[in-house]
Nanobody, 122 residues
Framework: QEQLVQSGGGQAQAGDSMRLSCAVS????VAWFRQAPGKEREFVAA????????IYADSVKGRFTISRDNAKNTLELQMNSLRPEDTAVYYC???????????????????WGQGTQVTVSS
């Protein structure tokens, strides 16, 4: 399983913004997941590389934006209005498949980033 390379993350105050990036060269379907201590990994957002359609978890809709930089072959997650409940390890995920039947499921993705900690304090 090939590992993707992530960057970004760190500590923030509630209301702050933060940006995560992930190198996803050659991937078609890409996504972000997160895992809080003691909880299962959960879906955050997904996008198709060659199409501008994206989906979001209800908990981040309107605050987070997933995007791709075609020139740099990177996937990004812009996180605004951060909340303490956004604290988690964030993972990028990627697949070479175009049509994922379950884009919100971890099992749909074959490549994962190393994870990056995002900590939001109140």
């Amino acid at each position: 399983q090939e590992q993707l390379v992530q960057s970004g993350g760190g500590q923030a105050q509630a209301g702050d913004s933060m940006r995560l990036s992930c190198a996803v060269s050659g991937r078609i379907s890409v996504a972000w997941f997160r895992q809080a201590p003691g909880k299962e990994r959960e879906f955050v957002a997904a996008i198709r590389w060659y199409r501008n359609n994206s989906i979001y978890a209800d908990s981040v809709k309107g605050r987070f934006t997933i995007s791709r930089d075609n020139a740099k072959n990177t996937l990004e997650l812009q996180m605004n209005s951060l909340r303490p409940e956004d604290t988690a390890v964030y993972y990028c995920a990627a697949s070479r498949s175009l049509n994922l039947s379950r884009p919100t499921a971890t099992s749909s993705y074959s490549s994962w980033g190393q994870g990056t900690q995002v900590t939001v304090s109140s």
